[in-house]
């Protein structure tokens, strides 16, 4: 089963503005990352923040992290056309034979109106 | 970084048919993964790809069904054998460190379409 949920499931913005995702997850985590995907193409790591951070920047990125309600937010401000694409939350999980792989979650559309 | 390519791009198959996905990277890489996409859907884990072993299957996927291929550091095949229209996906792979610490790379995936 997906580890995580995000919301909303779709975000149409103006140019300029900015957009927050939201991801929710079930069980404890080490590590949460976010990545994008544009539209049929692979992904593309944005961001890893560790279950000990809280918030970290990357450029026009913000992600935070709380632990106690077990869900992140991905803020991206001044938002470009080139932001459209989908956004994921993947987080740690442990396989079937112990090695550790990425559960992602179920992805935000967003689309940067010009 | 690592820069990872697949072939090929997609294809379309005829039922019953197998075919063989090719994932190149262009460094030496701890992990490398293979992930099924239906289109507007996250991704699904289908199998870690074992340098010189078997690969790892996660709940739902067979070898018989997928089987995967790691001879080296740099290289790994998924095949889809015996397709039928409910395998047509986007198959992507990935590598990297360990998956839960570190980035992982993918590649831009091989869009499958099977009649």
């Known amino acids: 089963s997906q580890q995580g949920e995000e919301d909303p499931q779709a975000l149409s913005i103006q140019e300029g503005e900015n957009a927050t995702m939201n991801c929710s997850y079930k069980t404890s985590i080490n590590n949460l990352q976010w990545y994008r995907q544009n539209s049929g193409r692979g992904l593309v790591h944005l961001i890893l923040i560790r279950s000990n951070e809280r918030e970290k920047h990357s450029g026009r990125l913000r992600v935070t992290l709380d632990t106690s309600k077990k869900s992140s937010s991905l803020l991206i401000t001044a938002s470009r056309a080139a932001d459209t694409a989908s956004y994921f939350c993947?987080?740690?999980?442990?396989?079937?034979?112990?090695?550790?792989?990425?559960?992602f979650g179920t992805g935000t559309r967003l689309t940067i109106i010009p | 970084s690592a820069v990872i390519s697949q072939k090929p791009s997609r294809d379309i198959c005829q039922r019953g048919t197998s075919l063989t996905i090719q994932c190149q990277v262009d460094?030496?890489?701890?992990?490398m993964f293979w992930y099924r996409q239906q289109p507007g859907q996250s991704l699904t884990l289908i199998a870690t790809?074992?340098?010189?072993?078997?690969?790892?299957?996660e709940s739902g996927f067979v070898i018989d069904k997928f089987p995967i291929s790691r001879p080296n550091l740099t290289f790994s095949t998924l095949t889809v054998s015996n397709m039928s229209p409910e395998d047509s996906s986007i198959y992507l792979c990935?590598?990297?460190?360990?998956?839960?610490?570190?980035?992982?790379?993918f590649g831009p995936g091989t869009r499958l379409l099977v009649l």
């Open positions: 993947a987080t740690d999980a442990i396989s079937n034979f112990g090695n550790e792989k990425l559960t």
């Open positions: 790809a074992n340098q010189g072993s078997e690969a790892t299957y």
């Open positions: 990935s590598g990297g460190g360990l998956a839960g610490k570190e980035t992982q790379y």
């Open positions: 460094s030496q890489v701890t992990m």
